[in-house]
């Protein structure tokens, strides 16, 4: 990535934390697990910042995630290079430290053709909380373990599954 694209990361890295925050608070949940997103991306001649919350009314309706609507609002406003995402929530699992992008998220990051580059900060709900900042290509090698692993159990213990 071109460092001036990082520049403006780091620039602007604690109003896209407020923004996530902020986004998540509008999140709609029936379990209350909500969930906000704060992204920066370029057109070519400027930055945007676009927020999402996500969107899930009842157990039985549609999943609409944080990061996918302030994607499609950058599509839509022909902003489509993303520098940075920063997502807001609750971990899933007692074993993250934050919570990650889902792998609907991951493959509409592909879809998008996200960069392997493109930086990923993940944060709770306070500041007291902890944070995570990564690479996309470090996500997807993190999911592809994780598959071969799963993988991998289950052909030793089919009756696990």
Request: hydrophobic letters at 35%; a negative charge; proline letters at 4%.
């Amino acid at each position: 990535m071109d460092q001036k694209h990082v520049d403006k990361y780091v620039e602007e890295k604690q109003t896209l934390v407020r923004l996530a925050r902020e986004a998540q608070q509008r999140g709609i949940s029936y379990r209350g697990f909500k969930v906000g997103c704060a992204l920066l991306a370029f057109n070519g001649q400027e930055y945007k910042i676009f927020q999402g919350a996500n969107m899930k009314p009842f157990k039985q309706g549609p999943k609409y995630c944080a990061e996918g609507i302030a994607l499609g609002s950058a599509q839509a406003e022909h902003y489509n290079f993303i520098v940075a995402i920063v997502v807001a929530g609750q971990p899933q699992s007692e074993y993250d430290k934050t919570l990650h992008p889902c792998l609907e998220c991951v493959d509409l990051f592909l879809g998008f053709r996200l960069g392997l580059d493109t930086i990923i900060h993940t944060i709770c709900e306070s500041d007291q909380k902890p944070t995570e900042e990564f690479l996309f290509v470090d996500q997807l090698h993190n999911l592809t373990s994780a598959m071969i692993s799963l993988t991998k159990s289950r052909e030793s213990n089919p009756a696990a599954f």
